[in-house]
């Protein structure tokens, strides 16, 4: 990286932060030197470098594997930074300093667990008739296990049998 003035250097600080924070997501064992091809993606994907459109998580992946390694190091990654910026024609700098701008890493995008219209009217258990509406009581709430199954009758009657358990056992 040249020194062209304090910003330049302090993006490369906070670029190395971003490495060593990136490489520890979603990785308990990691120590923060080496980075995966799949936190690389997530870092790139958070600071908008994959688009899906000029850079692809194809062309990292085709990127990352010429180095042959499962991890790459701060240098490597430099190194493959470099070449896929050169090879797609978009400059270094922008890209460093998108990824070092992009905020921790976390679960972003991540849609809200709101229900939709269609959502709603599949789950009103009010409208379900036949076999499932018997696995829910008035309320709605599901029955559970008494709701799914059969349970057959051992007492010894015919099903229907009016006069059950009226047999007097004094004859």
Not at 25 to 35: A, E, L, V, W
Request: aromatic letters at 10%; charged letters at 30%.
């Amino acid at each position: 990286m040249s020194d062209i003035g304090d910003s330049s250097n302090m993006a490369a600080t906070s670029f190395k932060a971003q490495f060593k924070a990136f490489s520890k997501f979603g990785d308990t064992k990691s120590d923060g030197r080496y980075i995966t091809l799949t936190q690389s993606d997530k870092w790139m994907k958070q600071a908008k470098v994959v688009d899906g459109k000029k850079i692809t998580t194809t062309d990292t992946g085709i990127y990352f594997k010429k180095f042959k390694q499962q991890k790459l190091g701060a240098d490597d990654y430099d190194k493959f930074l470099e070449d896929m910026a050169k090879n797609k024609k978009i400059d270094l700098e922008e890209i460093k300093s998108k990824m070092a701008s992009c905020g921790c890493p976390g679960l972003t995008g991540v849609p809200s667990g709101g229900k939709s219209s269609a959502v709603d009217r599949l789950t009103d258990t009010t409208r379900y008739t036949g076999a499932h509406k018997q696995r829910f009581d008035e309320s709605g709430k599901g029955k559970g296990l008494s709701g799914r199954k059969d349970v057959p009758d051992s007492s010894g009657y015919v099903q229907g049998y009016q006069n059950k358990d009226s047999y007097s056992k004094n004859h």
